[in-house]
């Protein structure tokens, strides 16, 4: 049965061979009700894939929350990926966006006396042991010192460790629910797992977190935490804690149309210069990791930079002029533009050519709307549908299916996601947004 997910956990599977113990009893459950499934159908009995999905979905979110790590980072990512995933994955791995059962106090204590020799309590003038959030690589505690409020996150215990013998452990699973070749899903597991391995390392996000800060403080309505090196460590990540309330929360609140907007450009501008000025992009535009008020008529709060994608100079280039809005109209700069990103190639026959120009035209044609308008509605959810559905009939498409090798850069997989995203929490806030286009 899936876990409680109230209930603190006092253990934690961290070795390879209890990783793939527990995996395992939970792909033999899903197997079984596969098997289950198909042996009504075979005798006439009504069973909706709709169920077995619920079923399977829920005993796998259970196991991942109770594994958190990598696994349960994967889930999060996939939930993300609407296209990818049946509707019942995709709500039930929403949820390791906000909250997943949080460590015990002593394992909590055990990480702080590790990294500093010392309790929480010691280290701090006030420290909270009930995690104010759980999700897949920490949690999150109160704490204070010196009169500052601050947000302390601990790592669990063997995540890093972890990651590579954990996505070779789910991708059998995940290729089954998906549907999809272990070809079309390797890129994609790569990136993961190269920004995974980033983002267990907390001195890494602390200083990536400083830089970016520093860079984007000019822009409006938008607030950083200060981090704080001498309370953080290779597993712990002290910072300050900053006001305001998750979307979901926030939305509770029915902010007015002026705040939304408002949200919604600051995320916007957030974004570009990231993508335009410095190259490097927060490249986890999950919920979560966000904090959204009415204050100044809109303020975001930017958290969790442990997910930071370097974009090389070519690809940046190559990423914005797909982009543009004259691209489209000019077939010969498209063609280059996909030649020179090695989408097209001059080996290729002209019909599989054609069917690829084709394909991209459709798809650059519905990613780049945003950017051909001044202004967009995303709180028209009909943009964000049709995104979807136009990745699921490519995923269908018999032809695409066929061309097994990977094409153009595997950069493209995380600014493609990154922006997804964006548009996703966009819609979410129903934000009309000037897009500078």
């Known amino acids: 049965m899936p876990s409680d997910h109230n209930q603190p956990q006092e253990s934690l599977p961290t070795s390879k061979v209890a990783r793939a113990a527990r995996f395992a009893k939970t792909g033999l459950k899903v197997g079984a009700n596969y098997v289950q499934h198909y042996a009504k159908r075979a005798v006439g009995a009504d069973s909706a894939m709709a169920d077995l999905h619920q079923a399977n979905a829920e005993e796998l979110y259970g196991t991942l929350s109770e594994m958190k790590g990598s696994v349960l980072k994967v889930a999060q990512m996939l939930a993300m990926e609407k296209n990818l995933l049946p509707p019942a994955y995709a709500e039930q791995f929403r949820q390791a966006q906000y909250q997943t059962p949080p460590l015990s106090g002593p394992l909590v204590v055990k990480a702080f006396r590790d990294a500093f020799g010392r309790s929480p309590q010691e280290v701090f003038d006030e420290f909270d042991m009930s995690a104010r959030q759980a999700a897949s690589i920490g949690q999150v505690h109160a704490a204070r010192k010196l009169g500052k409020a601050l947000a302390v996150k601990v790592q669990y215990p063997g995540v890093g460790a972890s990651i590579r013998s954990d996505i070779a452990m789910v991708k059998p699973v995940a290729l089954r629910i998906m549907g999809l070749k272990e070809e079309t899903l390797r890129p994609y597991l790569a990136e993961v797992e190269a920004r995974l391995l980033e983002e267990t390392d907390y001195k890494l996000e602390l200083s990536r977190a400083q830089a970016i800060a520093a860079k984007c403080g000019h822009l409006p309505h938008l607030q950083f935490p200060s981090y704080y090196p001498a309370l953080s460590a290779a597993r712990i990540l002290t910072m300050d804690w900053l006001p305001g309330q998750h979307l979901q929360e926030f939305q509770a609140t029915s902010p007015s149309q002026q705040v939304r907007n408002q949200l919604g450009q600051a995320l916007w501008d957030f974004y570009m210069y990231q993508l335009r000025e410095l190259r490097q992009l927060h490249a986890d535009p999950h919920p979560g990791n966000f904090l959204f008020s009415d204050t100044e008529g809109g303020t975001v709060g930017v ?17 914005l002029a797909l982009l543009a809005p004259d691209t489209l109209g000019d077939p010969a700069r498209l063609e ?9 190639r001059p080996t290729d026959p002209p019909a599989l050519r054609a069917m690829y120009l084709r394909t991209l035209r459709q798809s650059l044609e519905l990613v780049g709307r945003p950017f051909r308008q001044a202004t967009f509605d995303f709180g028209d959810p009909a943009y964000l549908k049709s995104l979807y559905a136009l990745g699921d009939d490519l995923m269908q498409d018999e032809q695409l299916k066929q061309q097994r090798e ?13 922006y997804v995203g964006l548009f996703s929490l966009l819609t979410e806030l129903g934000a009309v947004v000037q897009t500078g286009a």
């Open 303 to 319: 958290l969790d930079f442990g997910c930071v994608k370097d974009v090389p100079a070519l690809e940046q280039q190559q990423f």
């Open 336 to 344: 280059a533009l996909l030649t020179e990103a090695h989408v097209l």
């Open 406 to 418: 990977p094409r153009g850069s595997a950069h493209f997989v995380y600014l493609n996601r990154t």
